[in-house]
T-cell receptor, first 115, second 113 residues
Framework: DAGVTQSPTHLIKTRGQQVTLRCSPKSGHDTVSWYQQALGQGPQFIFQYYEEEERQRGNFPDRFSGHQFPNYSSELNVNALLLGDSALYLC??????????????FGPGTRLTVL | QQQVKQSPQSLIVQKGGISIINCAYENTAFDYFPWYQQFPGKGPALLIAIRPDVSEKKEGRFTISFNKSAKQFSLHIMDSQPGDSATYFCAASIEDSSYKLIFGSGTRLLVRP
């Protein structure tokens, strides 16, 4: 089991550009959550996808959007990049139900740098 | 109300000592409290978690103490080892919010040999 995988590992973009980050969940998991982790801070919840729909959303602008595919993999899209979007973007996958089935397993993240 | 406050920001402990990290929350609806360990360049990894119906949970050298009335919980690392040097995050979540995790700001632990 490869666990949660994310691509790319690192990404450098300029202000105003758009970016797409990808996540493959752990085998057997059907729920994907995305988090933004600024340097020296705890991860902040962006949104969660289940059954190809956005189920929960954190306090992030509409520039942040996502998608979940039938195979449960997911994409995070960020439009009109700002310098403040520079962060580590983490994907977490989980199963359905109460703990421990809902425990979130994190991928290694994608480090996004906006210049 | 959605915040989880974590302290200290950083901690230095000698090998064999006890590391203690504290967290406090306001929202009494939180019903699941995990702790995550993160090494540089890696994603957070679940260490141990507790639900509010118990006051303590122990797994190996790691113990969570939970005080529901004070709305506080803490992580104790017994016999701390240099390999425990990492950043630790407490978190909280609510079943009705699909268990989205609200993280503390993190504690950078350094265990000296």
């Amino acid at each position: 089991d490869a666990g949660v995988t994310q691509s790319p590992t690192h990404l450098i973009k300029t202000r105003g550009q758009q970016v797409t980050l990808r996540c493959s969940p752990k085998s057997g998991h059907d729920t994907v959550s995305w988090y933004q982790q600024a340097l020296g801070q705890g991860p902040q919840f962006i949104f969660q996808y289940y059954e190809e729909e956005e189920r929960q959303r954190g306090n992030f602008p509409d520039r942040f959007s996502g998608h979940q595919f039938p195979n449960y993999s997911s994409e995070l899209n960020v439009n009109a990049l700002l310098l403040g979007d520079s962060a580590l973007y983490l994907c977490a996958s989980s199963g359905t139900g109460a703990p421990p089935y809902n425990e979130q397993f994190f991928g290694p993240g994608t480090r996004l740098t906006v210049l | 109300q959605q915040q989880v406050k974590q302290s200290p920001q950083s901690l230095i402990v000698q090998k064999g000592g006890i590391s203690i990290i504290n967290c406090a929350y306001e929202n009494t609806a939180f019903d699941y409290f995990p702790w995550y360990q993160q090494f540089p360049g890696k994603g957070p990894a679940l260490l141990i978690a507790i639900r509010p119906d118990v006051s303590e949970k122990k797994e190996g050298r790691f113990t969570i103490s939970f005080n529901k009335s004070a709305k506080q919980f803490s992580l104790h690392i017994m016999d701390s080892q240099p390999g425990d040097s990492a950043t630790y995050f407490c978190a909280a979540s609510i079943e009705d919010s699909s268990y989205k995790l609200i993280f503390g700001s993190g504690t950078r632990l350094l265990v000296r040999p």
